[in-house]
């Protein structure tokens, strides 16, 4: 079945760092999706962007499907950006692989 | 916020009992999932459904059977709860399958004693 990599898997900022996560995939894929776990559990719909660039305030996302990778800018990161996030992909059948996660610490 | 509402949330159950998880949605989507949710595994998809009483497996579905008999409503059992069953589970859902958003559910944390 498909791979799901996600790099780093663990990423200490400083508050008003810039950082950039990639996921990258082992097949070809029908979409993808970004999500953000936060300290309490909660999975946020982040990014559904299976190729091209998105932007949402401080959050991009870009999707290279020809070359099975894509990568999260989180740009002036704050304390409440910690939590997991992770990348999703689908590769038809209605399932949706996870990658194992970047877990990432903002500090104050 | 997706209309996605898991009951209960929070669960302790003891080994060899049965369990119901479930999964309510107010969006009228089509497909609706199971996954859970542990430390070193990410998120794993258990069982998904396609439509009304349409189900099917998916990659750690061993111990788990589901049901649905509504387009709202998505039930996960565990037929004779154990303790590697102890996890966060997730319901998902989504409008059209493969190639649209998918949304989650606030979780269920059970754990089995």
């Known amino acids: 079945g498909i791979q799901v990599e996600q790099s780093p898997p663990d990423l200490i900022l400083q508050e008003g760092a810039n950082s950039t996560l990639r996921c990258n995939f082992s097949d070809s894929v029908n979409n993808l999706q970004w999500f953000h776990q936060n300290p309490w559990g909660q999975l946020i719909n982040l990014f559904y962007?299976?190729?091209g660039t998105k932007q949402n305030g401080r959050l991009s996302a870009t999707t290279v499907a020809t070359e099975r990778y894509s990568l999260l800018y989180i740009s002036s990161s704050q304390t409440t950006d910690s939590g997991v996030y992770f990348c999703?992909?689908?590769?038809?059948?209605?399932?949706?692989?996870f990658g194992a996660g970047t877990r990432l610490f903002v500090k104050a | 916020d997706a209309g996605i509402t898991q009951s209960p949330r929070h669960k302790v159950t003891e080994t060899g009992t049965p369990v119901t998880l479930r999964c309510h949605q107010t969006e009228n989507h089509r497909y609706m999932y199971w996954y859970r949710q542990d430390p070193g595994h990410g998120l794993r998809l258990i069982h998904y459904s396609y439509g009304v009483k349409d189900t099917d497996k998916g990659e750690v579905s061993d111990g788990y059977s589901v049901s649905r008999s509504k387009t709202e409503d998505f039930l996960l059992t565990l037929e004779s709860a154990t303790s590697s069953q102890t996890s966060v589970y997730f319901c998902?859902?989504?409008?059209?399958?493969?190639?649209?958003?998918?949304?989650f559910g606030q979780g269920t944390r059970l754990t089995v004693v």
């Open positions: 999703a992909v689908n590769t038809g059948g209605f399932k949706t692989i």
């Open positions: 962007i299976p190729s």
């Open positions: 998902a859902i989504s409008a059209q399958g493969e190639n649209t958003e998918a949304f």
